[in-house]
Every structure is written in structure tokens, then in C-alpha cells.
């Protein structure tokens, strides 16, 4: 168990098969390989994130529909001493508070944004999310997600990577390679240590509750479907940053 | 780095916009977020030009909602922040102060009223009312100052820093585009010099040491598991604002005692019900004038006994019912008629409120 895990919260309260602890893992993992545990300021949003409100000996603040972004861009601006992790799924990146993870990477706030993309709205019962997969059905794309009709999945990294400038650092892990996931956010942190500038990480994840897969389809689904339309790897990363 | 930006007392001629800045340098604000809106962002413009002379900072966020929240990440991590916005932009505040409100973070907003609801009237109306004192999808406890003008609003913005750090409730200081706009003379000081000692603030996220060894560690959430634990939340927070509301209530009286017509007008009206009064009284008329100065609170009881020997209640507001819903709901049970001036979006003369007070007799 991660150093800075608060352990009187475990076992935690994700589904069994959910993503979110194998993420989490991994950033307990890289804030204690950084030593930032009292340096961090973690914020959560809601949907199945805000779960993670007490999950690290890290103070943390759980906020509200897409707004994780502003408040720790808040923290940040105020106390530049602090390391502020913005922890949020793709409803709350993607959906309603685009705009803000839109303007927090044009301005380059130095904070570090990490995204957990599970293709729907896992909390509030399995609704079409913008990473939804075309055909993948969910309770409100009954028939399978038609992009004629609704569009087609929002490709994060792919459009921070275009508008974030010089220092940024962007990056598409997945939950069924933690080693490199945990790279990947490592050096998202260390960005921000440096204060380079903005370093966004999405983390392909899973839900098995509202996909109503086993665990082999399960891992099917995250190894090849979400894979093959989500590339992992990294989009962006500051010149001089690899040591 | 320069000294104190206000020292000792100065007699000046301002905007209310520059007002508002000068009294958050003098109230030792850190940090100011904010997003473009008429007719605030002269706040802004002054408060950029000032504020790293002073050491202090600035982010202009991508909209209200970002400016409110970015508010209150910058209130937890210990620093004195504020923001200013009006019409749409209050609309879109009112969900990180929803936020502030049932997390007790201390955020400051000035908000300068326009017209509703969106583009055009950029100047004036007190149609603000009911969402700065009741917005969000909470209780409403907050604080909310209404202002009449630039040595209320010099005055106000200041303390306002401080109701919002002692009580731990978001802080409004309700003003108007007139008084946004407007120059008129007042006086601006150093508050240290006037004995008000201004709250220092404290940091909700970031103390020094590890947390969980060294200190506990802050989980700030507003996620509640049951309705039941909600329920204790609210409950443990309207306990601590019915205590406060004592202190923070403020109104103001003018020749009240033997008054037989009550003028009852907040913010900038205020000044038009003061103005009506000696040409009235002259005519042997009995009128008098109660102005609530906090909304919420609002001192109910005060208006009461302000009312006493009244026959008849005016209220005077430039906003269709917004203020007569809190004067109604002071007076309940008090059995006097009530006559309206009510103008939504439109300014309120003395001459007015004389006129109509004649005819009613």
C-alpha cells in the first residue's frame, strides 16, 4: 500500500473491477516516490471520483460538477508552493467542465490534471459520456452510441496536446499497463515540480458494473476496444524534461 | 515593495469601482479572481494596475463560474481572496458560493447590479436582491451588504473581509452600476489607523507538516452519504448563524420615532427616501425612513419597531417585489397596508417618493 494512502479508509469504496483504485494506486505510488505528500493538495470532483475524498493522508477537497479544475487552479495561484493534483472522470473533464480544462491548459496553470475515462457516467447509473465508444451502448444510447447521431468521443489528450503550449506535459495511460501509467503520471507531477507548465494525463479505465461485463470482457474492453480508439503513449512532453 | 497603499486618511474623489479596489489593498487582500462584466470591471482594472505595486495578485479566469470557484480554492489555501461580478455573472456565482456556503469557506464578492437578465442594461436595477441573499441551492446563509454609496462601499468592502473570516459565511457587498460608475467624494484610511483590526486568514489546505503524523488531514468535502448526515450539516450551520446573526444585523433609522408613513428602501434608494424626508416633514407630514443595511440577515425586528406607530408602510425599490418579499416577511402579522414604488431597472428621485407620499394622503 502506498505510503500516502490513508489506510484507515481502505479497502476502498470503488466497485469490485473499477479502475479508480488501480489509478489511485499508482499516483500513491508516484507522490511517495516524490516525496509531495505534504506538498499536495488533491482535489476530486464528483461521479464515481468523489469517492476518492478521503482516500489519501493528502488534504484533500472534494468539490463540485467539473469544477475541480478552477479550484485547485485557485490553490495553485495562491500557495505556487503546493502541488495541486485535479483527480476527475470524463463527465466531469469532458462534459461540464471542458471549458475549464480547456482554459487551464491555453493559460498553462501549473497544476496537474488527471483524468480517469471510463466511457460513461458510472455514478449516476451508466449514461452515454462523451468517451462513450460508437455502438457501445449505455443507458441512455440504448441501441449502441451512434455518431451520426450524437458525435463522436472526445479524443482528450489529442486536443490538450493542440492547444497546450511550451512546458506542458500530456499523456494516455491505461489501467491494464501500470508501470507505464505510472510513468506517465510521475512525470506529470515532476512538470509541475519543475514548473514547467501544465500536465494533463488521461487514464483508460473500467467499469464492469454499468458495461454489465465479466472480467474476461471486462478486460477485452480495456485492452482492445478503448485502446484501439484511445491511443495510449505520450502527446506531449517539455524538451528537456527526459532525465 | 511599496508600504501600506492607504495611509492615514485622504479625502478623495472616486468611481465606486476604485473604491471597491482601494478598500480590498487597505483590507489586505491577497488575491483577486475575476472574469469580465459591466459595470465591475473598472474593480478589476484598478485592482491589476495597483496590486503588484502591493505584492498582491490577479488570474482572470475563463468565466464566473471558474472566477468563483478559483475564489474559494484561493480562500482554502489560507489567503484572502476576493472577486467582483454582476447580472449574469451573479447567476453563475451562485454555484461555488453554494459551495462557500455549506463549507464555511470565507469568500468575498462584490456584486454591482445591472438589469436582467443578460445583455444591454449594463448599468442599473436592484434586481439582484433575491438571488445574492438567497441563491444556490441551499439555505441562504450568507451575509449580504447593501450599499448606498462610495464611504458605505469603502467601508463595506472592508469589512466585509472580516464578517466573512470571523463567521465563516460568503460575504456579499451588494452595490449597483450607479454606484459603480458615479464619482462623489469620500474618505479613505488605513483601518489599522481607525482601530479596526483587520482577521488574519488561515490556511483550510496546506499547513505546515505531514499530513496524518504530523496533523490531521483535511478533507474538505460537500458530498454527504445520507440525508440524514446533511441534515446535521445544515443544522450544525443555521445554529451558528442564528448565533451570529445578533452581530452582524445592521440597519439604519431615520426619524422613525413618531413616524406615521415608513419609507422602507435599501442600497442607493436609501438616498432618494433620506432626500424625501425634510420636504415632508416641513409640509407637517409624519414620515420616516428604515434602511436594512445587511439583507441577510435581515433585522426583522428593528423594521418592527421602527413601524410602530406607523399607518402605512412605502416601499420603495427599483425591482419588481425583490426587497417587498423581505419587508413582508419582517412585518407578518403586523396588519399595515403596504404601497409600492416599484421600477425595475429604473432609478428612484426623492422628488418621487415626496410626490407620491402627498397624493396618498
Known sequence: MPKSWNPETKPHKFCPGCGHGLVLKVLGDAIDELEIQDKVVFGCDIGCSLLAWDFFNCDSIQTHHGRTTPVITGVKRATPDRIGIAYMGDGGGYAIGSQHLVNAATRNEKITVILVNNTNYGMTGGQMAPTTLPGQKTETSPYGRDPLDTGYPTLGPEMVSAIAREGAYVARGTMSNLRQLKKFIKKALQNQIDGKGFSFVEALSSCPTNWRTNAEATWNFVEKDMADYFKVGEFKAPAKEEK | ?361
Open chain 2, 1 to 361: 515593495m511599496s508600504d501600506k497603499p492607504v495611509q492615514g486618511e485622504k479625502r478623495v474623489f472616486m468611481t465606486g469601482n476604485e473604491v471597491v479596489a482601494w478598500a480590498a489593498l487597505a483590507a489586505e487582500v491577497d488575491i483577486m479572481y475575476g472574469y469580465p462584466i459591466t459595470p465591475q470591471n473598472e474593480i478589476m482594472h484598478y485592482w491589476t494596475r495597483m496590486a503588484p505595486k502591493f505584492g498582491r495578485k490577479f488570474l482572470q479566469t475563463e468565466d464566473e463560474i471558474s472566477a468563483g470557484f478559483t475564489t474559494v480554492g484561493g480562500v482554502m489555501a489560507g489567503k484572502k481572496a476576493f472577486s467582483a461580478t454582476a447580472g449574469p455573472g451573479n447567476t453563475l456565482f451562485q454555484e461555488p458560493m453554494s459551495m462557500a456556503e455549506m463549507m464555511r469557506i470565507p469568500t468575498v464578492v462584490v456584486i454591482q447590479q445591472r438589469g436582467g437578465p443578460s445583455t444591454a442594461t449594463v448599468i442599473y436595477s436592484q434586481q439582484e436582491v433575491t438571488m445574492t441573499t438567497f441563491g444556490g441551492n441551499g439555505e441562504g446563509f450568507r451575509v449580504v451588504y447593501s450599499t448606498a454609496g462610495h464611504q458605505d462601499l469603502y467601508d463595506y468592502t472592508i469589512k466585509s473581509f472580516n464578517t466573512a473570516w470571523k463567521y465563516r459565511f460568503p460575504t456579499f457587498v451588494l452595490a449597483d452600476g450607479y454606484q459603480a460608475k458615479m464619482r462623489e467624494p469620500l474618505t479613505i484610511y488605513d483601518p489599522a489607523e481607525k482601530g479596526i483590526e483587520m482577521v488574519k486568514p488561515e490556511p483550510f489546505v496546506g499547513r505546515p507538516g505531514m499530513p496524518g503524523v504530523d496533523r490531521p488531514t483535511q478533507y474538505l468535502r460537500n458530498t454527504y452519504n445520507t440525508e440524514v448526515e446533511l441534515y446535521d450539516a445544515v443544522m450544525d450551520i443555521a445554529k451558528d448563524y442564528e448565533a451570529a446573526m445578533e452581530d452582524l444585523m445592521e440597519w439604519e433609522n431615520f426619524m422613525t420615532d413618531d413616524a406615521e408613513t415608513l419609507i422602507v428602501a435599501h442600497g442607493v434608494v436609501s438616498r432618494a427616501a433620506q432626500g424625501a424626508l425634510p420636504e415632508l416633514r416641513d409640509a407637517g407630514i409624519k414620515v420616516g425612513h428604515f434602511r436594512p443595511i445587511t439583507l441577510r440577515p435581515f433585522a426583522n425586528e428593528e423594521l418592527r419597531k421602527a413601524a410602530k406607530n406607523a399607518k402605512k408602510i412605502l416601499v420603495v425599490e427599483s425591482a419588481y417585489g425583490q426587497f417587498l418579499k423581505l419587508v413582508k416577511e419582517a412585518l407578518y402579522g403586523m396588519d399595515l397596508p403596504i404601497e409600492t414604488i416599484l421600477r425595475p431597472g429604473v432609478g428612484i428621485t426623492s422628488e418621487e417618493i415626496v410626490a407620491r407620499i402627498k397624493e396618498g394622503r
